[in-house]
Protein backbone atom coordinates (compact mmCIF):
# COMPACT_ATOMS: atom_id res chain seq x y z
CA UNK A 1 0.00 0.00 0.00
CA UNK A 2 1.03 3.26 -0.91
CA UNK A 3 -1.82 6.05 -1.04
CA UNK A 4 -3.27 7.12 1.88
CA UNK A 5 -6.82 7.75 2.17
CA UNK A 6 -8.09 9.46 5.77
CA UNK A 7 -11.20 11.04 4.77
CA UNK A 8 -14.59 8.98 4.67
CA UNK A 9 -18.40 9.82 3.30
CA UNK A 10 -21.20 7.98 4.25
CA UNK A 11 -24.67 8.54 2.80
CA UNK A 12 -27.85 8.23 4.53
CA UNK A 13 -30.67 8.50 1.60
CA UNK A 14 -33.62 8.89 3.69
CA UNK A 15 -35.86 11.86 4.60
CA UNK A 16 -38.99 11.89 7.07
CA UNK A 17 -40.23 14.32 4.77
CA UNK A 18 -39.30 14.95 0.74
CA UNK A 19 -38.69 19.40 0.24
CA UNK A 20 -39.74 20.54 -2.96
CA UNK A 21 -36.87 21.89 -4.50
CA UNK A 22 -34.27 19.00 -2.96
CA UNK A 23 -32.22 17.27 -5.77
CA UNK A 24 -30.39 15.09 -3.75
CA UNK A 25 -30.13 11.53 -4.04
CA UNK A 26 -33.23 10.19 -0.60
CA UNK A 27 -36.65 8.30 -0.44
CA UNK A 28 -38.98 8.89 2.17
CA UNK A 29 -38.72 7.19 5.27
CA UNK A 30 -41.74 4.71 5.30
CA UNK A 31 -40.68 1.81 7.84
CA UNK A 32 -37.84 0.25 9.50
CA UNK A 33 -37.70 -2.31 6.24
CA UNK A 34 -35.77 0.51 4.67
CA UNK A 35 -33.11 0.90 6.97
CA UNK A 36 -32.29 -3.07 6.99
CA UNK A 37 -32.25 -3.18 3.17
CA UNK A 38 -30.04 -0.27 3.41
CA UNK A 39 -27.80 -1.77 5.80
CA UNK A 40 -27.61 -5.08 4.81
CA UNK A 41 -26.23 -2.83 1.39
CA UNK A 42 -23.99 -0.64 2.74
CA UNK A 43 -22.19 -3.39 4.65
CA UNK A 44 -21.82 -5.02 0.85
CA UNK A 45 -20.64 -1.78 0.03
CA UNK A 46 -17.84 -1.42 3.04
CA UNK A 47 -16.71 -4.51 1.75
CA UNK A 48 -16.64 -3.96 -1.74
CA UNK A 49 -14.71 -0.49 -1.03
CA UNK A 50 -12.01 -2.72 1.11
CA UNK A 51 -11.50 -4.88 -2.58
CA UNK A 52 -11.53 -1.61 -4.39
CA UNK A 53 -8.74 0.34 -1.91
CA UNK A 54 -7.15 -3.06 -2.45
CA UNK A 55 -6.73 -3.05 -6.21
CA UNK A 56 -4.98 0.44 -6.25
CA UNK A 57 -2.99 0.28 -3.69
CA UNK A 58 -5.19 2.58 -0.97
CA UNK A 59 -4.63 1.99 2.38
CA UNK A 60 -6.94 3.50 5.33
CA UNK A 61 -4.62 3.37 8.49
CA UNK A 62 -7.06 5.96 10.37
CA UNK A 63 -9.89 8.73 9.78
CA UNK A 64 -9.24 12.08 10.43
CA UNK A 65 -12.12 13.14 9.21
CA UNK A 66 -15.62 10.89 8.93
CA UNK A 67 -18.92 12.85 7.67
CA UNK A 68 -22.50 11.08 8.09
CA UNK A 69 -24.51 13.06 5.57
CA UNK A 70 -28.02 12.84 3.69
CA UNK A 71 -30.88 13.15 3.04
CA UNK A 72 -31.55 12.93 7.06
CA UNK A 73 -28.97 10.68 9.16
CA UNK A 74 -29.97 11.80 12.03
CA UNK A 75 -33.08 9.30 11.60
CA UNK A 76 -30.87 6.45 11.48
CA UNK A 77 -31.49 6.54 14.96
CA UNK A 78 -29.89 3.81 17.66
CA UNK A 79 -29.09 1.62 14.39
CA UNK A 80 -27.23 4.00 12.94
CA UNK A 81 -25.38 4.24 15.84
CA UNK A 82 -24.87 0.40 16.46
CA UNK A 83 -23.74 -0.08 12.68
CA UNK A 84 -20.96 2.96 12.69
CA UNK A 85 -19.30 1.58 15.83
CA UNK A 86 -19.64 -2.57 14.94
CA UNK A 87 -19.02 -2.15 11.31
CA UNK A 88 -16.79 0.94 10.77
CA UNK A 89 -15.72 1.90 14.06
CA UNK A 90 -14.66 -1.70 15.05
CA UNK A 91 -11.57 -1.84 11.85
CA UNK A 92 -11.15 2.09 12.06
CA UNK A 93 -9.49 3.93 14.32
CA UNK A 94 -9.58 8.09 14.15
CA UNK A 95 -6.44 10.24 14.71
CA UNK A 96 -5.61 11.84 17.18
CA UNK A 97 -7.05 15.12 16.27
CA UNK A 98 -10.35 13.99 13.91
CA UNK A 99 -13.46 15.29 12.97
CA UNK A 100 -16.49 13.36 12.89
CA UNK A 101 -19.75 15.35 11.26
CA UNK A 102 -23.18 14.09 11.60
CA UNK A 103 -25.98 15.94 9.29
CA UNK A 104 -28.79 16.77 11.60
CA UNK A 105 -32.47 18.11 10.77
CA UNK A 106 -33.89 20.62 13.39
CA UNK A 107 -37.17 18.70 14.05
CA UNK A 108 -35.78 15.25 13.86
CA UNK A 109 -33.48 14.09 16.43
CA UNK A 110 -33.93 13.50 19.92
CA UNK A 111 -31.27 13.72 22.93
CA UNK A 112 -30.96 10.12 23.61
CA UNK A 113 -29.98 9.17 20.68
CA UNK A 114 -27.49 11.96 19.71
CA UNK A 115 -26.05 11.57 23.03
CA UNK A 116 -24.99 8.16 22.02
CA UNK A 117 -23.35 9.59 18.56
CA UNK A 118 -21.51 11.98 20.86
CA UNK A 119 -20.42 8.47 23.10
CA UNK A 120 -19.10 6.81 19.33
CA UNK A 121 -17.39 9.78 18.36
CA UNK A 122 -19.61 13.04 16.83
CA UNK A 123 -17.63 15.82 17.48
CA UNK A 124 -19.37 18.43 14.78
CA UNK A 125 -22.86 18.86 13.75
CA UNK A 126 -24.47 20.50 9.92
CA UNK A 127 -27.52 21.48 11.08
CA UNK A 128 -29.94 21.75 8.41
CA UNK A 129 -31.84 25.16 8.81
CA UNK A 130 -31.89 26.61 5.42
CA UNK A 131 -33.71 29.70 6.59
CA UNK A 132 -34.84 31.32 10.13
CA UNK A 133 -37.77 32.65 9.36
CA UNK A 134 -40.72 30.46 9.73
CA UNK A 135 -42.22 31.89 6.31
CA UNK A 136 -39.81 31.32 4.85
CA UNK A 137 -39.41 27.75 6.10
CA UNK A 138 -42.85 26.89 4.88
CA UNK A 139 -42.11 28.56 1.14
CA UNK A 140 -39.13 25.86 1.04
CA UNK A 141 -41.46 23.34 2.48
CA UNK A 142 -39.43 22.44 5.43
CA UNK A 143 -41.07 20.95 7.76
CA UNK A 144 -39.18 22.36 11.42
CA UNK A 145 -39.28 26.22 11.86
CA UNK A 146 -37.16 28.70 13.93
CA UNK A 147 -38.04 27.25 17.28
CA UNK A 148 -36.16 23.91 16.30
CA UNK A 149 -33.08 25.26 15.12
CA UNK A 150 -32.92 27.29 18.45
CA UNK A 151 -33.48 24.12 20.31
CA UNK A 152 -31.01 22.51 18.48
CA UNK A 153 -28.33 24.42 18.83
CA UNK A 154 -28.90 24.89 22.50
CA UNK A 155 -28.56 21.29 22.88
CA UNK A 156 -25.35 21.08 21.26
CA UNK A 157 -23.81 23.94 22.61
CA UNK A 158 -24.35 23.09 26.45
CA UNK A 159 -22.34 19.27 24.97
CA UNK A 160 -19.52 21.67 23.50
CA UNK A 161 -20.23 20.01 19.86
CA UNK A 162 -19.05 22.06 17.40
CA UNK A 163 -21.72 23.27 14.94
CA UNK A 164 -22.43 24.47 11.23
CA UNK A 165 -25.76 26.30 9.89
CA UNK A 166 -27.13 25.58 6.37
CA UNK A 167 -28.36 29.24 4.93
CA UNK A 168 -30.48 28.97 1.79
CA UNK A 169 -30.83 32.14 0.02
CA UNK A 170 -32.67 33.03 -3.28
CA UNK A 171 -35.33 31.94 -2.43
CA UNK A 172 -38.83 32.10 -4.66
CA UNK A 173 -40.17 36.02 -4.49
CA UNK A 174 -43.80 34.61 -2.24
CA UNK A 175 -42.88 36.80 0.78
CA UNK A 176 -40.57 39.98 1.51
CA UNK A 177 -37.80 37.85 3.01
CA UNK A 178 -35.13 39.91 5.22
CA UNK A 179 -32.47 37.29 4.24
CA UNK A 180 -30.25 39.73 6.48
CA UNK A 181 -32.27 39.58 9.81
CA UNK A 182 -31.64 35.99 9.45
CA UNK A 183 -28.64 35.49 8.80
CA UNK A 184 -27.85 38.38 12.34
CA UNK A 185 -30.34 36.39 14.47
CA UNK A 186 -28.27 33.13 13.42
CA UNK A 187 -25.29 34.53 14.30
CA UNK A 188 -26.46 35.35 17.68
CA UNK A 189 -26.83 31.79 18.14
CA UNK A 190 -22.98 31.30 17.91
CA UNK A 191 -22.68 28.48 15.43
CA UNK A 192 -18.68 28.22 14.75
CA UNK A 193 -19.24 27.62 10.91
CA UNK A 194 -22.19 29.09 8.44
CA UNK A 195 -22.58 27.14 4.78
CA UNK A 196 -24.37 29.67 2.61
CA UNK A 197 -25.98 28.09 -0.60
CA UNK A 198 -27.96 29.61 -3.95
CA UNK A 199 -31.21 27.67 -3.91
CA UNK A 200 -31.10 25.37 -7.28
CA UNK A 201 -34.19 23.83 -7.66
CA UNK A 202 -35.26 20.42 -9.44
CA UNK A 203 -37.59 19.52 -12.11
CA UNK A 204 -40.97 20.57 -11.55
CA UNK A 205 -40.54 23.10 -8.68
CA UNK A 206 -44.13 24.54 -7.90
CA UNK A 207 -42.45 28.19 -7.52
CA UNK A 208 -41.82 30.18 -10.53
CA UNK A 209 -41.28 33.73 -8.97
CA UNK A 210 -37.53 33.43 -8.98
CA UNK A 211 -35.29 36.22 -7.99
CA UNK A 212 -33.33 38.07 -10.72
CA UNK A 213 -29.91 36.84 -10.86
CA UNK A 214 -28.29 40.35 -9.72
CA UNK A 215 -30.65 40.23 -6.63
CA UNK A 216 -29.23 36.60 -5.79
CA UNK A 217 -25.95 37.66 -6.76
CA UNK A 218 -26.38 41.25 -4.55
CA UNK A 219 -28.03 38.62 -1.48
CA UNK A 220 -24.93 37.05 -1.45
CA UNK A 221 -22.58 39.50 -1.34
CA UNK A 222 -24.63 41.52 1.64
CA UNK A 223 -24.62 37.66 3.43
CA UNK A 224 -20.88 37.36 2.90
CA UNK A 225 -20.12 40.92 4.35
CA UNK A 226 -22.18 40.12 7.17
CA UNK A 227 -20.35 36.83 8.03
CA UNK A 228 -17.25 38.70 7.73
CA UNK A 229 -17.50 41.33 9.89
CA UNK A 230 -19.14 39.04 12.35
CA UNK A 231 -16.25 36.75 12.78
CA UNK A 232 -16.66 34.73 10.02
CA UNK A 233 -13.53 34.28 7.48
CA UNK A 234 -14.60 32.74 3.71
CA UNK A 235 -12.36 30.05 3.12
CA UNK A 236 -14.90 28.54 -0.19
CA UNK A 237 -17.59 29.96 -2.20
CA UNK A 238 -20.15 28.93 0.64
CA UNK A 239 -18.42 28.32 3.17
CA UNK A 240 -17.22 30.44 6.42
CA UNK A 241 -15.85 29.43 9.98
CA UNK A 242 -14.85 30.90 12.66
CA UNK A 243 -10.96 30.70 12.97
CA UNK A 244 -9.78 26.80 13.32
CA UNK A 245 -13.45 26.04 12.14
CA UNK A 246 -13.12 25.20 8.82
CA UNK A 247 -14.75 22.21 7.18
CA UNK A 248 -12.32 19.62 7.36
CA UNK A 249 -13.97 16.96 5.52
CA UNK A 250 -14.96 19.36 2.74
CA UNK A 251 -10.91 20.73 2.10
CA UNK A 252 -10.25 17.32 1.37
CA UNK A 253 -12.04 17.04 -1.54
CA UNK A 254 -11.30 21.35 -2.39
CA UNK A 255 -7.29 20.03 -1.91
CA UNK A 256 -7.66 17.21 -4.25
CA UNK A 257 -7.05 14.76 -1.49
CA UNK A 258 -8.83 10.84 -1.72
CA UNK A 259 -11.99 10.50 0.04
CA UNK A 260 -13.37 7.13 0.34
CA UNK A 261 -17.43 6.81 0.31
CA UNK A 262 -20.10 4.33 0.43
CA UNK A 263 -23.65 4.41 0.53
CA UNK A 264 -26.20 4.57 -2.56
CA UNK A 265 -25.20 7.62 -4.66
CA UNK A 266 -22.18 8.26 -2.76
CA UNK A 267 -19.21 9.60 -4.75
CA UNK A 268 -15.26 8.86 -3.45
CA UNK A 269 -11.97 9.67 -5.39
CA UNK A 270 -8.81 7.90 -5.46
CA UNK A 271 -5.88 10.08 -6.74
CA UNK A 272 -3.20 8.64 -8.45
CA UNK A 273 -0.10 9.33 -10.72
CA UNK A 274 -1.95 9.72 -13.99
CA UNK A 275 -4.88 10.95 -13.29
CA UNK A 276 -8.28 11.05 -10.96
CA UNK A 277 -10.32 7.93 -10.08
CA UNK A 278 -13.99 8.58 -9.48
CA UNK A 279 -16.46 6.08 -7.85
CA UNK A 280 -19.98 6.40 -7.22
CA UNK A 281 -21.89 3.46 -5.88
CA UNK A 282 -25.17 2.34 -7.72
CA UNK A 283 -28.78 3.32 -5.81
CA UNK A 284 -29.89 0.04 -5.02
CA UNK A 285 -27.05 -2.46 -5.93
CA UNK A 286 -23.43 -2.81 -4.54
CA UNK A 287 -21.75 -2.15 -7.57
CA UNK A 288 -20.39 0.90 -8.79
CA UNK A 289 -19.23 3.15 -11.78
CA UNK A 290 -16.45 4.77 -11.71
CA UNK A 291 -14.32 7.35 -14.07
CA UNK A 292 -10.74 7.94 -14.85
CA UNK A 293 -9.98 11.92 -15.09
CA UNK A 294 -6.79 12.57 -16.53
CA UNK A 295 -5.32 15.68 -19.19
CA UNK A 296 -7.34 18.13 -19.67
CA UNK A 297 -10.53 17.23 -17.81
CA UNK A 298 -7.90 16.54 -14.83
CA UNK A 299 -6.29 20.18 -15.30
CA UNK A 300 -9.85 21.92 -15.14
CA UNK A 301 -11.16 20.22 -12.73
CA UNK A 302 -8.40 21.32 -10.46
CA UNK A 303 -9.15 25.17 -12.05
CA UNK A 304 -12.60 25.13 -10.80
CA UNK A 305 -11.30 23.36 -7.17
CA UNK A 306 -9.00 26.32 -7.00
CA UNK A 307 -10.96 29.14 -7.83
CA UNK A 308 -13.42 28.11 -5.32
CA UNK A 309 -11.18 28.63 -2.74
CA UNK A 310 -9.11 31.20 -0.45
CA UNK A 311 -6.14 29.30 -1.14
CA UNK A 312 -6.68 30.28 -5.16
CA UNK A 313 -5.51 29.04 -7.93
CA UNK A 314 -1.52 28.48 -8.50
CA UNK A 315 -0.93 29.44 -11.95
CA UNK A 316 2.56 27.24 -12.61
CA UNK A 317 0.89 23.92 -11.41
CA UNK A 318 -2.22 24.54 -13.83
CA UNK A 319 -1.20 26.18 -17.24
CA UNK A 320 1.71 24.42 -19.41
CA UNK A 321 4.93 26.13 -18.93
CA UNK A 322 4.55 27.60 -22.75
CA UNK A 323 1.33 30.02 -21.62
CA UNK A 324 1.36 33.61 -22.94
CA UNK A 325 2.32 35.28 -20.01
CA UNK A 326 1.46 38.33 -21.49
CA UNK A 327 -1.98 37.13 -22.43
CA UNK A 328 -2.31 36.12 -18.32
CA UNK A 329 -1.19 39.32 -17.22
CA UNK A 330 -3.95 41.13 -19.49
CA UNK A 331 -6.46 38.75 -18.05
CA UNK A 332 -5.88 39.41 -14.58
CA UNK A 333 -5.62 43.06 -14.87
CA UNK A 334 -9.34 43.26 -16.37
CA UNK A 335 -10.45 40.75 -13.54
CA UNK A 336 -8.83 43.37 -11.06
CA UNK A 337 -10.59 46.01 -12.36
CA UNK A 338 -13.59 44.46 -12.24
CA UNK A 339 -12.91 43.76 -8.76
CA UNK A 340 -12.69 39.51 -9.08
CA UNK A 341 -9.69 39.66 -7.27
CA UNK A 342 -8.67 38.89 -3.98
CA UNK A 343 -6.69 41.51 -1.77
CA UNK A 344 -4.26 38.40 -1.12
CA UNK A 345 -4.40 37.62 -4.68
CA UNK A 346 -0.87 37.90 -7.01
CA UNK A 347 -0.38 36.70 -10.85
CA UNK A 348 1.43 33.36 -9.37
CA UNK A 349 -1.35 32.35 -6.97
CA UNK A 350 -4.94 34.01 -8.12
CA UNK A 351 -7.39 34.15 -5.43
CA UNK A 352 -10.80 35.69 -5.99
CA UNK A 353 -13.12 37.89 -4.07
CA UNK A 354 -16.86 36.95 -3.22
CA UNK A 355 -17.93 38.54 -6.31
CA UNK A 356 -15.47 36.56 -8.71
CA UNK A 357 -16.35 33.33 -6.93
CA UNK A 358 -19.70 34.19 -8.49
CA UNK A 359 -18.42 34.95 -11.79
CA UNK A 360 -15.91 32.28 -12.34
CA UNK A 361 -17.76 30.64 -14.92
CA UNK A 362 -16.89 33.40 -16.74
CA UNK A 363 -13.50 33.63 -15.61
CA UNK A 364 -12.79 30.11 -16.86
CA UNK A 365 -14.71 30.61 -20.49
CA UNK A 366 -12.16 33.67 -20.36
CA UNK A 367 -8.96 31.54 -20.05
CA UNK A 368 -10.04 29.06 -22.51
CA UNK A 369 -11.03 32.00 -25.08
CA UNK A 370 -7.58 33.26 -24.66
CA UNK A 371 -6.25 29.80 -25.31
CA UNK A 372 -4.18 29.60 -22.29
CA UNK A 373 -5.50 25.84 -21.45
Request: glycine residues 4%.
Amino acid sequence: MNNKCTSLYLHFPFCRHLCNYCDFFKHKLESSDQITAFENKLLEQWHALSRLNSEHSVDIPFLETFYIGGGTPSLWGEAGVRFVRENILNTLSFSDSYEFTLEVDPDAWDENTLAQWFEIGVNRVSIGAQAFDDQVLAVLDRSHRKKHIIALVSFLQKRNINTSVDLLIGAPQLMKRNTLEECRQLIDLAPQHFSVYILKTRKNYPHNEFMPEDEVAEEYLDVVQLLKASGYHQYEISNFAQTDYESRHNLKYWKAENVAAIGPNATGAIYQSNGLLRYQWKNIATGFSSEQVEGESLILERLFLGLRTREGLKVDEIFPKTYEKAIWTELYEQWQTRGYLSQLSTPQVMVLSPKGMLMSDSIVDDIFRKKLL
